[in-house]
């Protein structure tokens, strides 16, 4: 009885210890992150009823090449045209919102630490496009009309010109004002001729992409990072999937598995890294933010002294 008593007593006294060292931080983090949970369930709830309302998209324009040229699922009547690609596009959503949380945890003005986290103007706007091409996404697929055709494309765009303008204005360290400006003189004029072009859409965004991991790895040498490779890696299996579903040679309209479908998945994922890479860039410190309630500041750089060629990852 007293050994039983005994084991109680310690049983207790480890989980007290347990949740002093990690519960209190796990309340910690779901409190940081409440406000873009609460989004991504808002969206959900939006978007869960517009499917359900049995809106059938009459009247509205079909998409250039319609039904050829929509990808391997089969279309369905009803809300959602294609149910597959069409809610797989919101892989994009929260990497979004986590970007733009993120953005205004840090904006912290050091010279220690990447522009993305000195300026919250950056997370906001990467994690918006992310936000807006998700539901671009999702509105085209579940529609295959030109305007849904339009805004996916434009978010493509609004990352891609991101992706871009953000290597040179790191190499040759703008200010953020330029930055938006430059980004807006890409951005904009892109937008434009797609919606007068809608045809070539696809090549534009190849080349704006392909531009910006050039200038990534010329300017930055960012081969040596192993972020920016696994978001390289992930961009190159999931167009090679891309492209088998767009041959017919990964075909099964009516299944659940769907090649396009995978296409969003790895590229959130690719975006995801790209994020995480730009993140990591900081010459010689790991500054950590330490969040706590009512307190945002930095913690002692002498503990956290990397060694060399160690990199500074804090996601």
């Given at each position: 009885m007293r050994r039983l008593r005994i084991r109680r007593i310690h049983k207790g006294f480890f989980l007290t210890v347990l949740f002093e060292r990690h519960g209190k931080w796990l309340v910690w983090e779901l409190r940081r992150?409440?406000?873009?949970?609460?989004?991504?369930?808002?969206i959900m709830a939006v978007l869960l009823y517009i499917a359900s309302s049995g809106y059938t998209w009459s009247g509205w324009r079909l998409t250039t090449g319609y039904p050829n040229r929509v990808f391997c699922e089969f279309i369905y009547s009803g809300t959602i045209r294609q149910p597959c690609?069409?809610?797989?596009?919101?892989?994009?959503?929260?990497?979004?919102?986590?970007?733009?949380?993120?953005a205004f945890l840090d904006n912290?003005?050091?010279?220690?630490?990447?522009?993305?986290?000195?300026?919250?103007?950056?997370?906001?706007?990467?994690?918006?496009?992310?936000?807006?091409?998700?539901?671009?996404?999702?509105?085209?697929?579940?529609s295959l009309t030109y305007v849904g055709h339009f805004l996916d494309v434009t978010g493509m765009f609004l990352v891609g010109g991101f992706l871009?303008?953000?290597?040179?204005?790191?190499?040759?360290?703008?200010?953020?004002?330029?930055?938006?400006?430059?980004?807006?003189?890409?951005?904009?004029?892109?937008?434009?001729?797609q919606w007068f072009r809608p045809e070539v859409s696809r090549i534009a965004f190849?080349?704006?992409?392909?531009?910006?991991?050039?200038?990534?790895?010329?300017?930055?040498?960012?081969?040596?990072?192993?972020?920016?490779?696994?978001?390289?890696?992930?961009?190159?299996?999931?167009?090679?999937?891309?492209?088998?579903?767009?041959?017919?040679?990964?075909?099964?309209?009516?299944?659940?598995?769907?090649?396009?479908?995978?296409?969003?998945?790895?590229?959130?994922?690719?975006?995801?890294?790209?994020?995480?890479?730009?993140?990591?860039?900081?010459?010689?410190?790991?500054?950590?933010?330490?969040?706590?309630?009512g307190i945002c500041g930095i913690l002692n750089q002498s503990r956290h002294m990397l060694r060399p060629g160690q990199q500074n990852v804090s996601p």
């Open positions: 992150f409440f406000a873009p949970l609460a989004a991504l369930a808002g690609n069409t809610w797989s596009s919101l892989a994009f959503v929260p990497v979004g919102l986590w970007a733009i949380r993120r912290v003005r050091s010279l220690q630490l990447s522009p993305l986290r000195q300026y919250k103007r950056y997370g906001v706007l990467f994690g918006g496009a992310l936000v807006f091409m998700g539901l671009g996404s999702w509105l085209f697929h579940a871009f303008t953000y290597g040179f204005s790191r190499r040759f360290r703008t200010s953020a004002t330029a930055f938006i400006v430059v980004y807006a003189l890409i951005v904009i004029p892109l937008i434009l001729f190849a080349g704006l992409i392909l531009a910006a991991l050039t200038a990534e790895i010329v300017l930055h040498h960012s081969w040596r990072n192993w972020l920016f490779v696994g978001g390289m890696v992930s961009l190159a299996f999931g167009f090679g999937i891309w492209l088998l579903d767009v041959r017919g040679l990964l075909c099964s309209p009516q299944s659940w598995f769907q090649g396009h479908s995978l296409w969003h998945i790895l590229t959130a994922v690719s975006t995801q890294f790209s994020y995480l890479y730009y993140l990591s860039e900081a010459p010689a410190v790991n500054w950590r933010i330490s969040y706590r309630p």
